[in-house]
């Protein structure tokens, strides 16, 4: 059975950092491409950052210059830098995976139980 489990969340002042990891486990071949989304109180969940599997990236423009997504394919593992958090970038963090589980089969995505964060002071 495929998972993905987020770690790191937290509560930080303002202007502080965090770094969220995500770790995929179980018998798949392969990940396509992978991101983090956040979902904050009576809001919907919302894009944070995408990496795809050679590494390009994309990011939300409110975390543009704040935040830095990579990935290590040999640990299965994705990652979110956060720096310079604001207290709008509290939410619950979730990690989103595109794997590829047959060769015989398109890639099913999944998504982690999420991680809260909370910025203030």
């Known amino acids: 059975q495929v998972q993905l489990v987020e770690s790191g969340g937290g509560l930080v002042q303002p202007g502080g950092s965090l770094r969220l990891s995500c770790a995929a486990s179980g018998r798949f071949l392969s990940i396509n491409d992978m991101g983090w989304y956040r979902q904050a109180p009576g809001k919907q969940r919302e894009l944070v950052a995408t990496i795809a599997a050679g590494g390009t990236t994309n990011y939300a423009d409110s975390v543009k210059g704040r935040f830095t997504i990579s990935r290590d394919n040999t640990k299965r593992t994705m990652y979110l830098q956060m720096n310079s958090l604001k207290p709008e970038d509290t939410a619950v963090y979730y990690c989103?995976?595109?794997?590829?589980?047959?060769?015989?089969?398109?890639?099913?995505?999944?998504w982690g139980q999420g991680t809260q964060v909370t910025v203030s002071s």
């Open positions: 989103n995976a595109d794997i590829v589980r047959s060769i015989y089969r398109r890639p099913d995505s999944y």
